[in-house]
């Protein structure tokens, strides 16, 4: 908690400082679950400022109660990015649950870049669904490099969030608005 107390009165003489400044917490893994704790805490104590957090390789954080938390907070933003089927992401097996918003690295940037239309994937306060899971463990390293090969091939990033895109809602021939 001294801790704690420490770094945010540092933000705060940060933020008076430089009173257009939006805070970022982030980290890799462990640093990861610490960051999104430490995101939440931050922008819930002050209301007034805006906040993000960007996590590497992010375990699941908190349970239900949590999430609902994090991803109701207007002036916080959360973004997960997981490259390929990162193992640590899915720890603790069988509790807990990820927050914010997913962006996932497939894991074949790096080796087969060109051949994939859709190398970034976004998903909307979700974790991604993996259909055939193949656990690897990339390390800090990996993810820096497929973040410097998606640039460096100037490979699409993300428009939009997987399942949103599309023909909307269609009852008795009669489109509808999902809102």
Not at 104 to 115: A, I, Q, Y
Not at 126 to 151: N, Q
């Amino acid at each position: 908690m001294k801790l704690e107390v420490k770094c945010f009165d540092l933000l705060d003489k940060l933020t008076e400082e430089h009173p257009f400044c939006d805070v970022v917490f982030t980290g890799h893994s462990f640093g990861a679950a610490m960051a999104t704790l430490a995101a939440f805490r931050y922008a819930n104590a002050r209301p007034m400022m805006r906040a993000s957090c960007l996590t590497l390789a992010s375990p699941k954080v908190g349970f239900n109660l949590f999430r609902h938390m994090v991803n109701s907070l207007p002036n916080l933003k959360v973004m997960r990015l997981e490259f390929g089927q990162d193992g640590k992401c899915q720890l603790p097996s069988g509790a807990g649950y990820h927050v914010g918003h997913t962006l996932v690295l497939k894991g074949s940037v790096g080796h087969n870049s060109l051949k994939s239309n859709q190398p970034v994937l976004a998903y909307k306060f979700d974790a991604p669904k993996h259909k055939k899971f193949k656990t690897t463990y990339p390390d800090l390293r990996s993810y820096v490099t497929a973040l410097e090969e998606v640039a460096r091939l100037g490979l699409p990033w993300a428009k939009d969030f997987v399942g949103t895109s599309g023909q909307g809602v269609v009852v008795n021939n009669e489109a509808r608005q999902v809102v």
